[in-house]
Structures are given as structure tokens and as C-alpha cells.
């Protein structure tokens, strides 16, 4: 029987100082070159399978276990965020405007502990354990690739595990939610176009400035009227762009945004009002109006039996207390890419510490973590794979 809380300990000083490396040397989406070269150069120290280049940066690993079993995906994902950072930490980032402002430095050590703890113990294993080092989370379509590129065949994973250190949650404490817990998401961009004119002479031209602050307050009425308040969503502009001189109408005024919502029906709902509001509210002002929105990540849904599963083993490694089972955000992530037709469960690692000025959230210049996290999601995601091939 692996005792893996112990196990996690042993590691502790391992991931500790991987996290700390990597936190000082953070890297872009796509361009993780240095840290999947550390990440395949440990993996590869094991002698089992690796594979580099994936989705362009990523890196996947296979355990085969003592016996043949069910195969189970443990995703990491391995990005930084253009942010300088402000921590002050001896470990802070020395690449001038990036940062791991995330966590993901965490999750890429945790997965090394991981490797190194199911490889020591890999006789017990009845299966499988693919191991995904994952590129390009922050928005730029980096588990879409890997999916593009075959990461959920040969072999197709049975089940499909992540997690993410979480900075509204106390250390120690583990969300563990069944359903939806992080939002869909699509980007919205709209142009309304009206008639330049002089400040001076607005009667001369069309002003597509009003029809974007008509259209702007619009957009806030369809969460509130449209969508059944048993639900959740989000609409939110956050930018608008349009002239460039106090005294001239512009022609054009663009406006940016994000659409979350956790069901289809809502998400429907969501985009064919604002296409209605939009070219409605835009005609009625003379102005001509397009609307483009694009997908960026699915529903982040967890398997019930899985995560009721997963909740049990946290309880007994841990506590009951520890054991949050609705913590959920709007937030968006590409893991739901790796969960498609599979079950699986992602799991929030609480890693905030307030004594310790470990509070500030994610993509905060000051954002960092109680290293404790690291500790305990590694030895959650450990025994949850090994009830899974046991």
C-alpha cells in the first residue's frame, strides 16, 4: 500500500525547487522551450516513453503499470502570462514582462513528482498513466492542438485528470466540484459603422459613438431579462475603440468582450441576443453593425461518479473539511479540450496563505503561492490515479 502522503514529502523538496526554476524562467505560450526541455530531460531520467514537439512545445509521457488496466490522462499545463513581475521573491521571473502569474509553474513540477511517484511504485499500477505536459493554456488554443495532433489516442485515455492551484482557497482545502465548474467562453467583437463628420456639425454625419453606448448598455440587459436567473452568465465589454481627435465623429468604433456561460442552452441564448441587440439598437441609429464571436474553450464539466470518487479519497487523505464540493468560476480553461467524451474531473488545489501574503489572484503581478500545494495536490493526484488502476 503507497502511502501517499509520504510519498508527496519526499518530493516536496523536488517540486519545490522545479517550481522555483521555472517560476524564474517563465515562458510564453508556445515558446516553452527551456521548461519542456527540463520537463522531457527528468522525464527521460525515468527510462519510459516521451515525446517532445507535441502541439509544438508539448511534451507526453507514458507509465505502463505492472498489469494491463483502464489508461489515465494527467494534464499539466506549462505557460506564463506577459506580466512584470512584482513579488520581490528570490525565485522571481529574470525575462523582463513575463511571469508565472498562474500557477502553471506549480502544475509542471507537480507532474514531475508525479512521474518520479508512479514510476517508483509502477508494479502496483493495473494500467496506464499518460502524462501531458501541456503548451499554450492562456488563450491560445494550446489543448485544441494537442488534441489536433492525436494526444487522446494511442492510447485513448479511460480517464482525464487536472488540476489547478487556486489562490481563493486556503491551502489545504481542495475544490472538488461535480458539474460545471469553469465557464465556456467566447470572445465578442463589434464594429458599428456609422459617418465621419465634424464635432461641430454632428447633423452631417452618423455617429456610430452613440450607437456603441446605446449598444454597450444594451448588451447589460440580456443576462438580466434573458437568461433564466437560475442560471449563470456573464456579457462584459472591455474595450471600445473608436476616433482619434476631440473635434471629429468617426466613421468606426470597435467594441471587445467576453461571453461566459456553463449550459448550451444559455450559451445560445447568449449569442443570438446579442447579435439581436447589436444590429437592432445599431439600425435604429443608421449605422451598420457586425458582430463576430469566436470560440475559445468548451465547459469545464466533471464526471459525477468520478468526482464524488475523487471527493472520498480527499476526505480520507485529508479531511472531510478540506473538502469544498462547490467551488466554482466564470473563468475559462482549454483543459475541457482533454475531457471531451471522457470522464474526468479537475480539481481546484487550494494554495492561498494571507500570514504569509500568499492572496494576491491569478494574473496578479504579486500573485504567488504557499508551496504547500504542491505537496498536497500531488499526493491527491496520486492516489486518484492509483484507485483508478488498482
Known amino acids: 500500500m503507497v502511502d501517499f502522503i509520504a510519498e508527496a514529502d519526499e518530493l516536496f523538496e523536488y517540486t519545490r525547487d522545479l517550481r522555483r526554476d521555472f517560476h524564474k524562467h517563465p515562458e510564453i505560450g508556445f515558446e516553452e522551450f527551456r521548461t519542456a526541455g527540463i520537463v522531457a530531460e527528468e522525464l527521460n531520467k525515468l527510462n519510459i516513453e516521451v515525446s517532445t514537439g507535441v502541439a509544438e512545445t508539448g511534451v507526453v509521457a507514458i507509465i505502463e503499470g505492472g498489469k494491463p488496466g483502464p489508461v489515465v490522462l494527467c494534464r499539466f499545463d506549462m505557460d506564463a502570462l506577459p506580466i512584470n513581475e512584482e513579488t520581490n521573491a528570490e525565485y522571481a521571473s529574470v525575462n523582463d514582462g513575463l511571469m508565472h502569474a498562474c500557477g502553471h509553474d506549480g502544475h509542471t513540477a507537480i507532474g ?21 505536459f501541456q503548451p499554450a493554456e492562456e488563450g491560445m488554443g494550446g489543448a485544441e492542438k494537442m488534441v489536433a495532433e492525436g494526444v487522446l489516442e494511442n ?21 472538488i466540484t461535480a458539474g460545471p465548474i469553469m465557464a465556456a467562453a467566447e470572445t465578442m467583437q463589434i464594429k458599428i459603422k456609422g459617418k465621419g463628420a ?7 454625419g452618423i455617429d456610430p459613438i452613440v450607437a456603441a ?16 436567473p437560475k442560471d449563470t452568465a456573464v456579457i462584459s465589454v472591455t474595450a471600445i475603440n473608436g476616433g482619434t481627435a476631440f473635434n471629429i465623429i468617426p466613421p468606426e468604433v470597435e467594441i471587445l468582450g467576453t461571453i461566459r456561460s456553463y449550459s448550451p442552452e ?4 447568449l449569442l443570438r441576443r446579442i447579435d439581436e441587440v447589436v444590429t437592432g439598437i445599431a439600425a435604429s441609429m443608421e449605422c451598420e453593425a457586425e458582430v463576430k464571436m469566436t470560440d475559445i474553450t468548451p465547459v469545464v464539466d466533471n464526471d459525477d461518479a468520478l468526482t464524488h470518487r475523487i471527493q472520498d479519497l480527499a476526505t480520507d ?74
Open 155 to 175: 492510447p485513448r485515455p479511460d480517464y482525464s485528470l487536472g488540476l489547478h492551484v487556486w489562490n481563493t482557497m486556503p491551502v489545504g482545502k481542495f475544490g
Open 198 to 204: 465634424h464635432g461641430a456639425k454632428p447633423n452631417e
Open 317 to 390: 487523505l485529508f479531511s472531510a473539511d478540506k473538502v469544498v464540493s462547490d467551488e466554482r468560476t466564470m473563468g475559462s480553461e482549454d483543459m475541457s479540450f482533454l475531457m471531451k467524451d471522457i470522464p474526468s474531473c479537475f480539481v481546484f488545489v487550494g494554495s492561498q496563505n494571507k500570514e504569509k501574503g500568499f492572496h494576491f489572484g491569478h494574473h496578479h503581478p504579486k500573485f504567488d503561492i504557499d508551496e504547500k500545494a504542491l505537496r498536497n495536490g500531488l499526493a491527491l493526484m496520486a492516489s486518484t490515479v492509483f484507485d483508478l488502476l488498482s
Open 213 to 228: 453606448s446605446q449598444i454597450i448598455l444594451g448588451l447589460q440587459t440580456i443576462v438580466s431579462r434573458n437568461v433564466d
Open 112 to 132: 514531475l513528482g508525479l512521474a518520479k511517484l508512479l514510476h517508483k511504485n509502477k508494479e502496483a499500477l493495473n494500467g496506464t498513466v499518460k502524462l501531458v
Open 266 to 269: 444559455t450559451r445560445e441564448i
